[in-house]
């Protein structure tokens, strides 16, 4: 059974649209939660981690907003993409600070 | 600046050798290192990890040599399989409220040739 779902696997959007993409943690009870973003060929830059609902803390700004309404759930959104967003992004999950995060099947996004 | 980095963007061996992807880091708080695979358009799958407390780390035919003093670690691959080709990330982590601020590098493009 798969613990972590993202959600769209895939997204075009144009410049200037908004965007929510959503991660579900199934099976597992108050985890930490984490966004990372993956240029194309790239390293993975972390953006945003949560260690309970309705917390959430930034890691790098890049015109982009997170949050936890549920203990098992993490949104990633903006009011208006850029150019710049484009790219793979992955939510991931641990249950301790201590632990390697353990990533989902990321969504992939195009922004033209 | 880079606070993980991974010495080689690309690596190509024969299969059954065994492959070497080396890893350095700059922050002395860093005391968790997690090894990812990668395939493309997958997530980053756990491979193995060490803590700094242990200079060696074994799984199957993963191993992780660790070097505190000099900080840097290694992943070596025993009997390389085509399979194994992929991009491989090494992390890192401190503890307290830095234990969830995890830092990757620009990973290692593997090619295992048949």
């Known amino acids: 059974a798969q613990t972590i779902h993202q959600w769209p696997v895939a997204e075009i959007k144009a410049v200037g649209s908004p965007l929510s993409l959503g991660c579900t943690i199934k099976?597992?009870?108050?985890?930490?939660l984490y966004w990372y973003w993956q240029a194309t060929g790239g390293t993975l830059q972390q953006l945003f981690y949560s260690i309970t609902v309705g917390q959430v803390e930034s890691v790098v700004q890049l015109n982009l907003s997170a949050s936890r309404p549920k203990d098992d759930q993490f949104i990633l959104s903006t009011e208006k993409l850029l150019l710049s967003h484009s790219g793979f992004y992955l939510c991931?999950?641990?249950?301790?600070?201590?632990?390697?995060?353990?990533f989902g099947e990321g969504t992939r996004l195009s922004v033209l | 600046q880079q606070q993980v980095r991974q010495s080689s963007q690309s690596l190509t061996v024969w299969e059954g050798e065994t492959a070497i992807l080396n890893c350095s880091y700059e922050n002395s708080a860093f005391d968790y290192f997690p090894w990812y695979q990668q395939f493309p358009g997958e997530g980053p799958a756990l491979l193995i990890a060490i803590r700094s407390v242990s200079d060696k780390k074994e799984d199957g035919r993963f191993t992780i040599f660790f070097n505190k003093r000099e900080k840097n670690l290694s992943l070596h691959i025993k009997d390389s399989q085509p399979g194994d080709s992929a991009t491989y990330f090494c992390?890192?982590?401190?503890?307290?409220?830095?234990?969830?601020?995890?830092?990757f590098g620009k990973g290692t493009h593997l090619h295992v040739l048949p």
């Open positions: 992390a890192a982590s401190a503890r307290g409220t830095n234990a969830y601020k995890v830092i």
């Open positions: 991931a999950w641990s249950l301790g600070g201590d632990q390697a995060p353990l």
């Open positions: 099976g597992k009870s108050s985890p930490n």
